[in-house]
């Protein structure tokens, strides 16, 4: 079955301004495209489910890892990376970069390649192996391609990607080769 693939969203966010707050900033980008027409939700999965696109927004000079979703540390235990919502948020984002609050570039990025996807799958399931083996660290190791932290508070952990790393996944979604040569899976 071919999924569809979203290129690009009906929505121009280049140039407003955002809340200094990172935080806040996501959300006031997710009230522009609810404002937009876009049904945006608030639990697992992608933010527009309706399309499989998760929303990210994120400052131009930022270094800090990036953040996919939370999941309670049984809930990773029992689930394969496949059937999770981690997998769901990585496979096409609306990226919203923003330098000095203002929105300087807003683009979707399709992850679902075979090659980023295998990256990501080998990093989630090395986590999620430890943590079957009893680590309940602060910081789970994954791969270099992403890893697992621990919430402040309750049983949850973040999967988080290092800068660096998801720039190169970045690069990897816009090879060319990837649309020409490759499969999508389902």
């Known amino acids: ?15 407003i301004t ?14 522009q495209l609810s404002a937009n027409g876009y049904s945006v939700q608030k639990g697992p999965g992608p933010d527009l489910e309706e399309y499989g696109v998760e929303v990210k927004t994120r400052g131009k000079d930022s270094i800090s890892p990036h953040t996919i979703g939370s999941m309670k540390r049984l809930d990773i235990i029992n689930t394969h990376y496949n059937q999770s919502m981690i997998k769901d948020k990585m496979q096409q984002q609306y990226r919203v970069l923003t330098q000095h609050q203002t929105v300087i ?20 399931e090395a986590g999620r192996s430890r943590m079957a083996k009893g680590a309940q660290d602060n910081y789970v190791p994954g791969t270099y391609w992403g890893y697992f932290e621990k919430r402040p508070t309750g049983d949850s952990y973040i999967f988080r990607i290092h800068d660096h790393a998801m720039k190169q996944l970045e690069t990897m979604s ?13």
């Open 174 to 186: 816009r090879l060319t080769w990837n649309s020409i040569f490759e499969e999508q899976n389902d």
């Open 1 to 15: 079955m071919t999924k569809m693939k979203v290129k690009k969203l009906k929505i121009n966010l280049t140039g």
């Open 18 to 31: 955002v809340p200094k707050d990172p935080s806040q900033a996501g959300l006031f980008v997710e009230h």
């Open 105 to 124: 570039k807003d683009h979707v990025v399709d992850f679902s390649s075979r090659i980023v996807q295998e990256k990501l799958r080998t990093a989630y």
